[in-house]
């Protein structure tokens, strides 16, 4: 016993109801920084700061003076040779002024050379636009100039090879063979006008009257099977779940009126029906011997209709990876690096032998991820087609028969948890506060209350309602299972165990 203070478990809960769990679950980047941008300031080689007046070094030692003032003839001459210059005081020695006074018979050489050479590179210049502007005239005229004799050819590139050296298909043959027996489906819901929210209602859908069918969404489909003039078209339960009606469009561009058979959200996997027979059926290969690292194709409707029957290719990264489905089981996929984006739902994925090997289901999308998709084993999709087909639900899938919520929806449910920890069942944010119990389940005859806690499945705490549902996927209808059930009663918390027998899961 376990003194408990607190409000007790059945105030309302912070979030909705749980639907009837059919199998016990509930159906519930870091930024990276920018590189910074440097920007630099650059200035060419020849471009030398700009001063009208340098007091270190004005005086150019390569005058026609030395140091001692007197003309040397044997070396250069400076530009600035005919300039003062003035070297700043020194102590208490008096000023000087230095005068260069050459003889006017060198000055009138030296200017004589630099009008020449001025002359010479004047004329260079002007030879030199005129040959540039000739140039441009005769470049300008053969290219404005038409050449019949340059013309290219395309060449035949010979048939694309279907089938390599041991007789595997290519992915063009995949595309030819298989093609056909890939559709598009089409997704129509009934529009309302008007949404109860809180109480307050307000228009919806103004275009559509109340009770009109509206596309509502699309994805893709495989042909599986033709019976007794019907044809069947597996794909994800995701896709049509929600739909009242159904168009699935063919290759060719045609549309055909669908109905659904069923779905199982569990599997992901759902089944529609036309009143139609002649197309091409898929063949479906024993997924368990799938390899790590063979080479697959993806066909499907990626975007939905415009980018109908798209052809992708990769290969098998990795097999029986544990994937969950909307409602919380886990579904052992395989995982493909093929392109596989919204509208590829419910497409085929075909090995290299143009054998179905599994159903595109999901991937991550996020921007860290880049091709992780995920496809439903053909042998897990075909299974549960086939009892859709035949049973309108998946035969042999155990249910506890209760609807429920989780403990964290519950104001209360830190105090109820911390409890539940000094009980020695520690972490129990999966326990499971019952709800409703169906007139079918052996929980009825058994002293079970509403608001009573299933806080351990089989002696293990419910740290997740994955426990559980572990448990009943690996279970059928008429085994028993142990629960711990928590119960409050006049401030206290107290648990004791009960045995239950499994029913059957009818959907």
């Known amino acids: 016993m376990n003194e408990f203070d607190e409000e007790k478990i059945n105030e309302e809960p912070q979030s909705g109801n749980q639907p009837e769990s ?100 004047l004329i260079a210049a002007i030879v030199g636009i005129a040959a540039s502007i000739g140039s441009k005239d005769s470049t300008d005229e053969k290219e404005t100039k038409p050449n019949s004799s340059a013309q290219v050819e395309t060449n035949d590139q010979g048939d694309v090879a279907k089938t390599d050296k041991d007789g595997n298909f290519t992915v063009a043959g995949i595309a030819e063979k298989c093609i056909d027996s890939c559709v598009g489906i089409t997704v129509y819901t009934e529009a309302s006008n008007y949404s109860n929210f809180y109480s307050y209602g307000f228009d919806r859908n103004n275009s559509a009257q109340s009770g009109e069918e509206v596309k509502s969404g699309e994805g893709s489909g495989i042909f599986m099977l033709e019976d007794n003039g019907r044809t069947y078209i597996l794909t994800c339960a995701h896709v049509i779940s929600n739909g009242t009606s159904f168009t699935v469009t063919t290759n060719d561009g045609k549309e055909h009126k669908a109905s659904m058979v069923a779905f199982d959200s569990q599997t992901d996997i759902g089944v529609l029906v036309i009143n139609e027979t002649g197309f091409q059926i898929a063949k479906f290969a024993d997924s368990s011997s799938t390899v790590l690292g063979e080479q697959v194709v993806a066909i499907g409707c990626p975007g939905g209709l415009e980018f109908m029957n798209s052809v992708t290719s990769g290969y098998v990264s990795a097999l029986a990876r544990p994937i969950s489905s909307s409602i919380g089981y886990n579904t052992d996929c395989i995982q493909i690096d093929a392109a596989i984006n919204p509208g590829n739902s419910g497409g085929a994925l075909f090995n290299m032998q143009g054998q179905v090997i599994g159903v595109n289901s999901s991937k991550i999308a996020a921007t860290e991820y880049e091709g992780i998709g995920f496809a439903v084993p053909s042998n897990t999709a075909v299974a549960t087609a086939n009892s859709l087909i035949k049973s309108g639900y998946v035969e042999g899938r155990a249910k506890l028969g209760i609807t429920y919520k989780n403990i964290t929806t519950y104001q209360n449910a830190s105090s109820i948890l911390d409890a539940l920890d000094k009980l020695g069942y520690k972490d129990a944010e999966g326990t499971m506060v019952i709800n409703e119990i169906t007139d079918n389940s052996d929980l009825k005859n058994k002293d079970i209350r509403e608001y009573d806690m299933i806080v351990a499945a089989n002696g293990e705490t419910m740290t997740s309602t994955d426990v559980i549902t572990s448990i009943l996927s690996s279970s059928k209808p008429g085994d028993k299972i142990t629960l711990t059930i928590a119960r409050i009663e006049n401030n206290q918390i107290d648990t004791f165990d009960v045995e239950c027998t499994l029913i059957e899961s009818k959907g």
């Open 22 to 121: 059919s199998a016990g679950t509930e159906n519930n980047s870091a930024p990276t920084e920018e590189n910074p941008t440097y920007h630099y300031a650059y200035r060419k080689p020849d471009e030398q700061p700009k001063n009208d007046y340098n007091t270190s070094n004005n005086y150019n030692q390569n005058t026609a003076y030395n140091q001692n003032n007197s003309y040397n003839p044997n070396q250069s001459y400076s530009p600035y040779a005919n300039q003062s210059y003035y070297t700043p005081p020194s102590g208490n020695t008096q000023q000087t002024v230095v005068t260069d006074e050459k003889p006017k018979k060198e000055k009138n050489k030296v200017i004589i050379g630099i009008v020449i050479a001025l002359a010479i590179c």
